[in-house]
């Protein structure tokens, strides 16, 4: 499955989550970030299937946020600010008391 997120005024880049997998006796979930400068792949591991799932998009969740903070622009999906993705620890860091 797959979400695009607008960056700054013109530039996107393109979330791919795929299936998790068997890690040994854990579950590894692959994401991929297609930036404008290419590709780069993350990950979460679990327990279950869900689990590493969760991880993998709070993983990418947290690469999204930490992009918009470094090059000082926004990070938008449809036509708003926010990602449409669950907050998960990685989107706390990032919110005021």
Same mark, same amino acid.
């Given at each position: 499955?797959?979400?695009?997120?607008?960056?700054?005024?013109?530039?996107?880049?393109?979330?791919?989550?795929?299936?998790?997998?068997?890690?040994?006796?854990?579950?590894?979930?692959?994401?991929?970030?297609?930036?404008? +400068?290419?590709?780069?792949?993350?990950?979460?591991?679990?327990?279950?299937?869900?689990?590493?799932?969760?991880?993998?998009?709070?993983?990418?969740?947290?690469?999204?946020?930490?992009?918009?903070?470094?090059?000082?622009?926004?990070?938008?999906?449809?036509?708003?600010?926010?990602?449409?993705?669950?907050?998960?620890?990685? +989107?706390?860091?990032?919110?005021?008391?």
């Amino acid at each position: 499955m797959s979400r695009t997120f607008r960056i700054g005024a013109d530039g996107t880049v393109d979330l791919l989550v795929f299936q998790p997998r068997p890690d040994g006796d854990d579950w590894r979930c692959d994401v991929e970030l297609q930036w404008p +400068a290419g590709p780069a792949t993350y990950y979460g591991m679990g327990v279950d299937p869900m689990q590493a799932l969760l991880l993998a998009i709070d993983h990418a969740h947290l690469r999204l946020l930490l992009y918009a903070r470094d090059n000082d622009v926004e990070v938008q999906w449809i036509d708003g600010l926010g990602l449409g993705l669950p907050d998960g620890h990685s +989107a706390r860091l990032f919110q005021s008391p």
